[in-house]
């Protein structure tokens, strides 16, 4: 009977798996109907700048002027970057699950995710991250963003480990399709139970 291999690493998303997004559609609305921004306007400029934003090659400062700063207004910078932290929120279940794997199964815990810098470096800390992920494959940090699947080569890289030994958990469907196709089993993360009996079905169950 063929032995079957075993799942040593997890690559994890982090909106949407982990915490909400940082700063998403949503999230932006809501900071141009707090702000009384005009709404097409920012988010003409957002994505003119957003790609690149998030590779690292802008800091956040610089994207504020771009975006928001433009001309003069009634708030500061500091108000609107307390604002844009302030909408990431943490998804305990998960967090809770990936702590208990790895301590159950000695897994390496291995982050995927596309984020800019100080965005990123906030929810890491904010969200204690670091106590249980052992790498950040951040886009701000290597300057490669998902759906590029050089981000994924790189993460095999680094974790070195082969793909058929790891679990990716993601919620965009593109970015699953692109794991899957470099080698990795991947699970479309809509909510936590199914994400649970996904993993079991893997090999990876944690009593509840």
């Known amino acids: 009977m063929k032995k079957a291999i075993p799942i040593t690493t997890l690559f994890l998303d982090v909106g949407g798996v982990l915490l909400t997004n940082g700063w998403d559609h949503h999230a932006r609305k ?8 005009e709404w097409t306007d920012m988010e003409n400029r957002h994505r003119l700048i957003f790609d690149a934003y998030e590779e690292g090659k802008f800091t956040l400062e ?8 433009y001309q003069k207004r009634l708030f500061t ?4 970057r307390r604002f844009m932290f302030a909408q990431s929120k943490p998804y305990p279940e998960m967090i809770e699950l990936v702590r208990k794997l790895k301590t159950k199964y000695g897994l390496k815990i291995v982050v995927v995710s596309n984020e800019a810098r100080e965005l990123n470096e906030y929810r890491i800390r904010k969200f204690n991250l670091y106590g249980f992920v052992d790498s950040f494959i951040s886009s701000c940090f290597v300057h490669l963003r ?8 790189l993460a095999l890289d680094i974790s070195q480990t082969p793909a058929r030994q790891i679990i990716y958990i993601e919620n965009a469907p593109m970015f699953v399709q692109i ?5 990795i089993r991947s699970i479309l993360h809509t909510d936590y139970k ?3 009996a996904k993993l079991a079905l893997l090999g990876l169950e944690v009593a509840e």
């Open 146 to 153: 998902k759906p590029d699947a050089d981000i994924f080569r």
């Open 179 to 183: 794991a899957e196709g470099l080698g």
């Open 62 to 69: 610089e994207y504020l002027s771009w975006v928001v700063f």
């Open 194 to 196: 199914p994400t649970c």
């Open 77 to 80: 910078r500091a108000q609107f």
């Open 30 to 37: 809501r900071a141009a109907t707090n702000f009384k921004l």
